[in-house]
Structure formats: C-alpha cells, structure tokens
C-alpha cells in the first residue's frame, strides 16, 4: 500500500489547526472578565432625540459617533469643506477630552464625505488636528447624503487615559 505524503502532512496540519483553536482563549478566565460597556449622551443629544449614543466606552476604548460640522446650537457651520472639517474634528477633540482622550489618543477615524473631489482639501485640514507622527489609521470614502446636508462626517476611536 504506498502512502500519499502531501495527504498525511494535510491531515496533521488540518488537526494541529483544529487543537489549537478549539483551546485558544477559552479558558476561565476569559468567562470571569466581563466586558464593560459605557453608553455616554450628553442631555443636548437627548433632547434632539437622536437615535444613538453620542460615544460608547468599551474596556477602555472611545468610540465616538460620527460627527459633522455643528455648532453649539445645532446648525451645520457655512463656508465649506475646510471649515466643516475644521468644525468636525473641533467637536470630535471637545468630545474626546471630555471623555478622558486626546487627539493623540485617537487611532482609527472613518472619513465620509458627500463628494470624494474634497477628499484633498479636507485631508489638508485633517491633518492640522493630529501629530504628524502619529496619525490615526484612515477610511475616507464618498457617499450619497450625510445628515443635515453636511459635506463631511467623521467618526473615531481613541483610548481612554483617564
């Protein structure tokens, strides 16, 4: 009976694979440490009825909803792309220190923006809210519609210091 080599050599990999994931963190331990799940909404946030919370906190880290260009009243703030992008990360960093963050605690955004030909202009601004040697991980895409007209959303993650 002759033996197929690659076959036998499949089977043992194809089993070493299966041990190791049917142990892999699933111990103990892993049962006893819940995860911790903070939902944050400011009472403006309530008030407008909006159907979401403004951040979560889960095991230390912000993710924070997507944010426009608003001022404090609500209103999406005029004059286009750079200053909404400008408005949009100054309520994002507001947010995130009052959560316990800053702005070089922040390693993931997803940038959606109501035409990608502004993908330039708003990177431009974008980049003036961040250290330059540590600039967060970045999607930026281009959709149809953003709330309140706007040009630009923008959502984050950041780690909680304190």
């Known amino acids: 009976m002759k033996v197929n080599f690659q076959i036998l050599l499949i089977i043992f990999l194809f089993n070493s694979c299966l041990s190791k994931v049917d142990n892999a963190d699933f111990n103990e331990n892993s049962l006893k440490n819940p995860v911790s799940i903070e939902f944050i909404n400011s009472q403006e946030n309530i008030d407008r009825g909006y159907p979401f919370s403004e951040a979560t906190i889960v095991n230390g ?17 005029d ?8 408005q949009t990360l100054t309520n994002i960093k507001n947010k995130i220190e009052k959560l316990g963050g800053s702005m070089d605690d922040v390693f993931k955004c997803t940038c959606m923006l109501a035409d990608i030909k502004d993908w330039p202009l708003m990177s431009q601004e974008y980049k003036k809210f961040f250290n330059s040697e540590k600039l967060p991980a970045r999607s930026a895409f281009a959709g149809s519609g953003l709330a309140l007209g706007a040009k630009l959303e923008i959502e984050c993650m950041a780690i909680k210091r304190y």
């Open 61 to 77: 880290i912000i993710y924070l909803s997507g944010e426009i260009g608003t001022l404090p009243d609500g209103s999406l703030i």
């Open 79 to 86: 004059g286009g792309i750079i200053q909404e992008t400008r």
